[in-house]
């Protein structure tokens, strides 16, 4: 498997865990001390399962699914997609871990900006590779 691929669903992977660890704790918390204030947790929890296991996820199996060029660089605009894995964690990170920051407003902005950038970039990438089959 190429090395970025491996990145995506290995970052996917932990997000995973670390959003179901998150998910069974607020569970836990409402369930044991009728905890009310889930906000903390349930921002990161929303985040990684959303962004960082599902979409993280179908970007590494599209990077390494999607058809391949003949000539050149066999994947195309390589250095997209790895841009748009940088922009991808650094939004999941700043968006997820914002309101425990403190200045959550800014940071989650922030967030969203790299995760809309993210989405651009590896739009970029994957453009070209989309057309139709030739035989
Ligand atoms: C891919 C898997 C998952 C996704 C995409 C997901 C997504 C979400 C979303 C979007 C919410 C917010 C709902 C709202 O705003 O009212 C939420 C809340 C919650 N999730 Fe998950 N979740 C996932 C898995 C889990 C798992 C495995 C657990 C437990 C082990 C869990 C426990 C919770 C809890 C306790 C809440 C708070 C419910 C409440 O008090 O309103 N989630 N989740």
Redesign the pocket.
């Known amino acids: 498997m190429l090395r970025l691929s491996c990145w995506f669903i290995r970052a996917s992977l932990a997000y995973?865990v670390a959003?179901?660890t998150?998910?069974?704790l607020?569970?836990t918390l409402?369930a044991v001390a009728r905890y009310r204030g889930?906000g903390l947790l349930?921002t990161p929890?929303?985040e990684f399962?959303?962004i960082g296991?599902?979409l993280q996820l179908t970007m590494g199996v599209a990077f390494w699914i999607l058809p391949r060029f003949e000539q050149g660089t066999s994947r195309g605009a390589v250095g997209y997609a790895w841009l748009a894995f940088v922009l991808l964690n650094a939004g999941v990170i700043l968006a997820g871990l914002g309101p425990a920051l403190g200045d959550a407003r800014f940071t989650r902005l922030l967030g969203r900006a790299a995760e809309a950038g993210a989405a651009f970039t590896f739009g970029l990438h994957a453009w070209r590779r989309i057309r139709r089959a030739s035989f």
């Open positions: 995973l959003g179901f998150l998910g069974a607020m569970l409402k889930l349930m929890h929303v399962l959303l296991w599902t």
